[in-house]
C-alpha cells in the first residue's frame, strides 16, 4: 500500500476502514483529502462532480438516516498497474455494503416514515496517493422505498415533484451526461472474472439456459428490490424480466474482477450497463419506447456443487437501481404528472 | 469411498445424489437399498425406527406437498470406510400447500425453509440420523403462530396426556454410528464460540462475527448484523437460562472452492425457567435439539470473522413440551 497511511494493512483494511470513519464516526470533513479534487461519483440516479457536493450529500443523508451504519460485508478488489506510479500504488476496489438505518428524519425520502430499512450498496471506486479518485455506485433505492411502505414507480412520480418537476429535477445518468474521469482500467485476467462476466454475456444474448448450467440448485439470490430468492428458477425470472423489458438495449461489461483469497470462496464483480429502448414487456410494465440507461454490479460467490461436478454460483448480488429505470421512462413519456 | 456404488464421485455427490433420487424422483421403493431396515431417525418430534417409517412419512410429506423442492445447499462431513461417514446436510425445501395434511386444510400458500440432517452412511446405505427442520418456519409461512399450531397438533393428537412426545435424551436409543467428528480447527472454533454463548458470553458475537455477518434463524428469520445476531442467541438462552448446554458432533472443514466452514450438534436440556423466545416462564423440563453450521471469512480480529450462520431448532417441539406441561391447550 505504497501511498497510503501506514496504518492500512490492505485494500479491504482501507475501504472498510475509511467507510466506518467517514460516515459512523463522522469524519465527514476527511471526504476533503480523501475524496481527490475533481472527483466524479456516477450512480444510476446522478453524476457528481466534485467533493464538495459529495461531503453536501454524505451530511443530507445522515440529517435523514441518524443512526445508519454501513459495514462492509465483502471487498473484491484489483491492482491497477496502469496508474501506479513511483510515490503510489494504485487499485480499483469493489466494494459490498450491507446498510440499515431508521428513517427518522425529513429529506430526500419525504417526510420520516419512522420505518427501519435495511438494503445494499456496491461502489467501485479507483484508488491511489491515499484517496479515492473515481466511482461508480449502485444503492438499492427501490429496497429503501419499498420498506418505507412506498410503491416504487409511485415514490419516482413523487420524487420528480419534489425536485421541482421534469425540467429542474436531477437527471439520471446516461452515456450523454456521465464525464469520463481519470480510471479507465478494466479490471484484471482472473478466471473467476471472465466466468462472471461470460455467464452475463451469454444470459443478455438470451442463452438462458446458461443459468442451470452455471447456477447452484440452491443458489442464494440477493436482487434489487431487497429480494432474497433461492435456486435457478429464481435467477432466470430476475435475468428474463431485466431482458425482456430492454430486449434491443445494448449490453457491455464495463469492469470485471475476479479473485481467488485465502479464507474466501473464489469470487467476481463485475459491472455492466443496458443503454437503449424499452420496448418490452418485463420488469417495467407496458413498454413505452423510453431511451434507458441500466448501470449494474454484480457480485457473485463460486462452489463446487454444479451438475457436471464444476463450478457454479453459489451466492449472487445483482444490484439495478429501479427508481432511476423509472425516472427515466417517467421523465419520457410524460407520465411523471 | 469403498462399498458405495462408483456412480458417486465423492460422498457429497452421494449424499446429495440420493436425496434428490428420493425425494424429489420419486424413487421413494429406493429407500428399502438407502435406508438401513432398523435406522434410528431422530427429529425433534421424536424417535422413529427403521426405513419403513421413513417411506410412510415421505408419502405424506408429497400428498401435502406435491411441488416440494429440495436443493442441497451444503455437505459438510467426517468419516471414513471402516466406521462410517457423516454427513450434516444442509438444505433449502420450498414447497406449496396444495393438499390437506398435517398442517391442516391446503392453503395454496408456498414456503421456503431449512434443514439440516446429520446422516451416518457406510457402504452405500444411511444407518444411523439426526434432523432438525425448520418446523416453525413452516407454519409461520403458511400464516400460523408456532404457540397456536403447536396448541391445535396437541388437541389433534388427543389432549396433553396421549399426545406424542417430543424427543428427549430419555427415549433415545443408541444407533451403530458412535462417532463425534473431527479435530479439524473450523469445528472447535466453533464449537468454542457456542460454548461461549451458552455460557451466556454474547459479547463475542459482537468481537467475533463479521460485522456484516448474516444468520438464518429458525422461523425462516433472516438476521444480519452481529448485534441482531448477539440478540437472537440471547433470546433462545433466556428461555432456559439453567439447561445444560452438550456438544454431541463437532466437523470443521477447509476444502476446495468452498470457504471455511463447521457444523455442529449441541443439546440444551433443562427446565423453561425465563422469559425470552417462549413466552411466560412455566417451568416444563425442555430437551432442544439443535444443529448449526457456520461459514467463516476474512473480515474480523486476526483476520478471521464468522460470516453466515444457520441456525435450526424446532420451535414447533419446543412449544409442544411447553404446552403438554402446562396442560394449557
Redesign the interface.
Known amino acids: 500500500m505504497k501511498g497510503f497511511d501506514p496504518k492500512w494493512r490492505d485494500v479491504p483494511h482501507f475501504i472498510i476502514g475509511i467507510t466506518k470513519e467517514i460516515w459512523e464516526d463522522r469524519e465527514i470533513g476527511s471526504l476533503r483529502r480523501r475524496y481527490a479534487p475533481g472527483l466524479i461519483v456516477r450512480s444510476p440516479a446522478s453524476v457528481v462532480v466534485d467533493n464538495t457536493r459529495v461531503i453536501a450529500a454524505t451530511m443530507a443523508t445522515l440529517a435523514e438516516f441518524p443512526d445508519r451504519e454501513l459495514p462492509g460485508e465483502d471487498v473484491i478488489w484489483c491492482e491497477d498497474p496502469a496508474r501506479s506510479t513511483e510515490e503510489t500504488d494504485a487499485f480499483l476496489s469493489s466494494h459490498r455494503l450491507i446498510c440499515w438505518a431508521t428513517h427518522s428524519r425529513p429529506g430526500m425520502y419525504g417526510a420520516p416514515t419512522g420505518k427501519r430499512v435495511t438494503y445494499r450498496i456496491l461502489a467501485d471506486c479507483a484508488l491511489r496517493s491515499d484517496a479515492i479518485y473515481d466511482e461508480w455506485l449502485v444503492r438499492d433505492q427501490a429496497a429503501i422505498v419499498r420498506q418505507m411502505g412506498f410503491d416504487v414507480e409511485d415514490w419516482t412520480r413523487d420524487l420528480i415533484a419534489r425536485e421541482g418537476g421534469p425540467q429542474n429535477c436531477v437527471q439520471p445518468m446516461t452515456p450523454e451526461n456521465d464525464v469520463a474521469g481519470p480510471y479507465d482500467g478494466r479490471g484484471n485476467d482472473n478466471e473467476w472474472g471472465a466466468r462472471l462476466a461470460d455467464i452475463l454475456g451469454r444470459i443478455m444474448a438470451a442463452e438462458m439456459d446458461v443459468i442451470p448450467k452455471s447456477y447452484d440448485r440452491a443458489a442464494n439470490l440477493h436482487h434489487p428490490g431487497g429480494k432474497d430468492v433461492f435456486g435457478r428458477a429464481e435467477a432466470d425470472q430476475f435475468w428474463m424480466g431485466l431482458r425482456a423489458a430492454f430486449p434491443d438495449a445494448e449490453f457491455r461489461i464495463d469492469h470485471v474482477i475476479g479473485r481467488d483469497d485465502l479464507l474466501m470462496p473464489p469470487r467476481a464483480a463485475v459491472r455492466w450497463s443496458l443503454w437503449g429502448k424499452h420496448a418490452g414487456w418485463g420488469r417495467f410494465g407496458r413498454p413505452t419506447g423510453a431511451q434507458v440507461y441500466v448501470m449494474g454490479i454484480t457480485h457473485a460467490e463460486f462452489g463446487p456443487f454444479g451438475a457436471d461436478g464444476g463450478p457454479v454460483i453459489r451466492n449472487e448480488f445483482t444490484l439495478i437501481d429501479e427508481t432511476a429505470i423509472w425516472k427515466q421512462i417517467l421523465l419520457q413519456t410524460g407520465q411523471h404528472e | 469411498m469403498k462399498g458405495f456404488s462408483n456412480r458417486w ?1 465423492d460422498f ?2 452421494y449424499i ?1 445424489g440420493i436425496t434428490k433420487e428420493i425425494w424429489e424422483d420419486r424413487g421413494i421403493a429406493t429407500l428399502d437399498h438407502y435406508y438401513a431396515r432398523d435406522i434410528p431417525v431422530r427429529t425433534p418430534m421424536g424417535l422413529a425406527r427403521g426405513n419403513q417409517a421413513t417411506i410412510a412419512s415421505t408419502m405424506a410429506t408429497i400428498s401435502e406437498f406435491p411441488d416440494r ?1 429440495l ?3 451444503d455437505v459438510i462431513w467426517s468419516g471414513d470406510d471402516k466406521d462410517g461417514y457423516l454427513s450434516s446436510h444442509r ?2 425445501t ?1 414447497a406449496t400447500h396444495s393438499h390437506d395434511g398435517v398442517f391442516g386444510p391446503a392453503s395454496g400458500r408456498r414456503f ?1 425453509i431449512r434443514v439440516i440432517a446429520d446422516c451416518a452412511a457406510k457402504e452405500d446405505v444411511i444407518f444411523d440420523e439426526w434432523l432438525v427442520r425448520d418446523y416453525g418456519g413452516i407454519v409461520r409461512q403458511l400464516g400460523m403462530e408456532p404457540r397456536a399450531y403447536a396448541q391445535s397438533l396437541i388437541r389433534d393428537e388427543g389432549g396433553p396426556e396421549k399426545a406424542s412426545k417430543p424427543f428427549t435424551p430419555a427415549i433415545d436409543e443408541q444407533g451403530p454410528y458412535k462417532g463425534t467428528g473431527n479435530d479439524n480447527q473450523w469445528g472447535k472454533r466453533y464449537a468454542d464460540t457456542l460454548t461461549r454463548i451458552m455460557d451466556k458470553d454474547f459479547t463475542h458475537i459482537l468481537t467475533h462475527y ?3 455477518a448474516i444468520a438464518e434463524f429458525p422461523g425462516a428469520r ?1 438476521v ?2 452481529h448485534r441482531e445476531i448477539s440478540e437472537s442467541w440471547l433470546r433462545l438462552r433466556s428461555a432456559f437460562p439453567s439447561a445444560t448446554f452438550r456438544i454431541h458432533h463437532r466437523i470443521g472443514m477447509d ?6 466452514r463447521a457444523a455442529i450438534r449441541w443439546s440444551l436440556d433443562g427446565t423453561h425457567d425465563g422469559w425470552g423466545a417462549f413466552g411466560r416462564p412455566t417451568g416444563a423440563p425442555v430437551h432442544v435439539m439443535g444443529i448449526c453450521h457456520a461459514e ?4 474480523g480480529p486476526e ?2 470473522g464468522l460470516r453466515r450462520e444457520y441456525i435450526l431448532y424446532d420451535e414447533i417441539a419446543i412449544w409442544k413440551q411447553i404446552l403438554i406441561h402446562a396442560g394449557d391447550i
Open positions: 464421485k457429497p455427490d446429495l423442492q436443493y442441497g445447499e438444505l433449502i420450498t421456503a463479521d460485522r456484516a433472516t444480519i448484523g476444502a476446495d472452492m468452498m470457504p471455511h467463516y471469512g476474512p473480515y483476520g478471521v
